[in-house]
């Protein structure tokens, strides 16, 4: 199976768009991932977490799977986390990235998943327990985007796994609003941050701009919710400033990237590595969230938010419900508000009061708060250890 992913990740960007689109793809897939060892958990110790494949990878662009799994980790529950592209199975923390299904337990196991279609490898598994993360608008799985499939086969699966799930769980209120009628018991599990790694001291990364006005920072995917023009106005409007954007460009995206990139105090400079991202925060004078509003976005809950509080630096935002929410973030609709808004942000840029507000901020959302509700569900359902 290792051979085949290599293989498939080596062909042409379009060509692997157009295998997303095949319908029944994923169910193709489930066929070469195996089946897990026939194992479990002793009697009265916590269920083993399993994460089956998608497209995430445990090193890069770390999302709020990996940050929750992590955390669940430190919970006492071991880690699985499944991944054909992996050439060996190893250890990160308390988290085993393992590269096919026979390397994780197959008994008394919690399966995390927010991919529907993932689904089809349920019966792989004895009696597992489901957790279904609905982290996203669900219009996110359309053709071109990040996944195994288009929304079509999302929306083929997402049903029956609301219905069949042990627990459903979303990461913000406006989420929970769009699915409360397809499931009374619906969790909010808030999105969050590792205060503490954000927070201590990183050296600076070789790669940022050393311009002499303020350096107004992204880091996350850029894609069609990325809002381009608003960061090229704004760019205009403070040509003094340096504006960069860590994170992989989508193809879809790639052509008004190039496009932005060629102004001079404008830089893209691609994905960095997760272990590599305090760093470049920390390096930020201003942290800002260039997105579009719509659909989409105004269910998005931006670890990138909690990750600037963290290291202590002002926030500039568009307007989401999750942004406007916080007490240290500003936000802006336009061009000019968002250029007055990063303006009053550099003048307190230095401000103790307000950075110990952002700090606090950040403490609180801390990953180790945000799990315990889904742990006190798991609790209350009698599934989060093995049975005697």
Not at 183 to 212: C, K, M
Not at 225 to 239: H, N, S, T
Not at 378 to 383: E, Y
Request: aromatic share 8%; with cysteine.
């Amino acid at each position: 199976m290792n051979r085949v992913v290599s293989l498939a990740a080596r062909l042409p960007a379009p060509v692997r768009r157009a295998l997303r689109a095949v319908p029944g793809l994923y169910q193709v897939r489930a066929r070469l991932y195996g089946r897990p060892a026939a194992t479990g958990p002793a009697p009265g110790q916590p269920k083993p977490i399993v994460y089956l494949p998608t497209w995430l990878r445990w090193d890069q662009m770390r999302q709020r799977p990996q940050n929750l799994l992590a955390e669940l980790s430190q919970a006492g529950h071991p880690v699985f986390f499944v991944d054909p592209r992996e050439p060996a199975e190893r250890l990160d923390g308390a988290v085993r990235i393992v590269p096919d299904l026979a390397s994780a337990p197959g008994r008394n196991v919690i399966l995390y998943v927010h991919f529907a279609p993932a689904r089809v490898l349920f019966d792989k598994f004895e009696n597992p327990v489901v957790v279904y993360d609905v982290l996203d608008d669900l219009s996110i799985y359309a053709p071109g985007e990040r996944g195994l499939a288009g929304r079509w086969s999302v929306s083929s699966h997402h049903p029956a796994l609301m219905a069949e799930a042990d627990v459903v769980m979303v990461s913000i209120g406006v989420l929970a609003e769009r699915h409360r009628a397809e499931r009374a018991d619906l969790l909010v599990v808030e999105n969050g941050v590792q205060a503490a790694r954000f927070s201590a001291p990183a050296a600076r990364p070789a790669d940022l701009p050393t311009g002499t006005g303020p350096l107004v920072g992204f880091h996350g995917a850029v894609a069609r919710w990325f809002d381009f023009d608003l960061l090229a106005e704004v760019a205009a409007q403070l040509a003094d400033w340096d504006f960069v954007v860590v994170g992989p460009v989508d193809s879809a995206a790639s052509r008004e990237a190039a496009r932005l990139n060629r102004r001079p105090n404008v830089h893209f400079i691609g994905e960095r590595s997760s272990s590599s991202m305090p760093g470049y925060v920390q390096s930020f004078d201003i942290g800002a969230i260039w997105f579009r509003l719509d659909g989409l976005t105004r269910a998005v809950s931006p670890l990138k938010m909690f990750e600037y509080l963290a290291a202590g630096k002002p926030v500039v935002a568009s307007p989401l419900p999750a942004c406007i929410a916080s007490p240290s973030v500003r936000t802006a609709a336009t061009a000019g508000e968002f250029v007055t808004a990063l303006q009053e942000a550099a003048t307190e840029r230095h401000d103790a009061g307000k950075r110990a507000v952002a700090l606090e901020e950040a403490r609180a959302a801390d990953w180790s708060a945000r799990v315990r509700p889904l742990l006190d569900r798991l609790n209350r359902l009698d599934v989060r250890y093995a049975p005697p």
